[in-house]
């Protein structure tokens, strides 16, 4: 575990009170893939979400985790008192596109944290999958993002949200789309959370949402799939000594 930097500090006590997340969502907090996800805090005072996929291995959005910036793993103990682990190294998807967003580019957002010590062994580590997954199937997103677009206090509670798969610009062999509801879905701090598809796998990263009429979110969210990457997954773990479980 490491100090933390103060203007980490600052964003940590932001979110220090009871909150929720996922716009539209349903608190999780002690479902499986709420023991198998973290928070991931920057120094700038980003907030974001990770899937543990070892011990000491975290997946997470590239845009939550790129040079530039401290990064800490946060979670709390059983107890309920905040625990921020120090990162000792990160690894960053070649293909990610810092710009891609204003430039209408793909980007493969993803990236993997090696913590400085040992998660709790309360945390299970996630289990990716290949398997694809047709319009209109029915994913679960999750993630400790805001609740309620605009107030940050809304961070910090883990949710989930059953959103519909989509294709609004059609299928792609990089991303994945959801749209439910109205004000439903993703939002600031859900990047780098998980979406599963109905065996429980994690099939995607979540890294990007619209906004839906006045909102900033709850409109389409937008995630990596993992499959297409599990090469550059298992070099990167395996030189860290882990291994990511596929089923």
Known sequence: MSRLPLPLLAAFLALSTPAQAVVGGTEAPDATLARSSVMVLSSRGGVCTGIVLARDVVLTAAHCAAPGAEHRVHFRDEA???????VAARAVHPGYDAGAIAGRRRSIDLALLRTDSALPARFVP????????????????GGYGVARPGDHRSTGTFRTAILPLVE??????????????????ACEGDSGGPITAAGGGVLAVTTWASGAGKSACGGVSQGVL??????????????????ARWE
């Open 226 to 243: 993992v499959g297409p990457q599990r090469a550059w997954i298992a070099r990167t773990t395996g030189a860290w000594g882990a291994e």
């Open 80 to 86: 309920g008192a905040p625990v921020l682990i120090g």
């Open 168 to 185: 609004p610009y059609g299928p792609s062999r990089i991303l994945v789309w959801l749209k439910g509801a109205a004000a439903s879905g």
């Open 126 to 141: 996630a289990v990716l999958t290949e398997a694809p997954a047709a319009p209109g199937t029915p994913l679960t997103l």
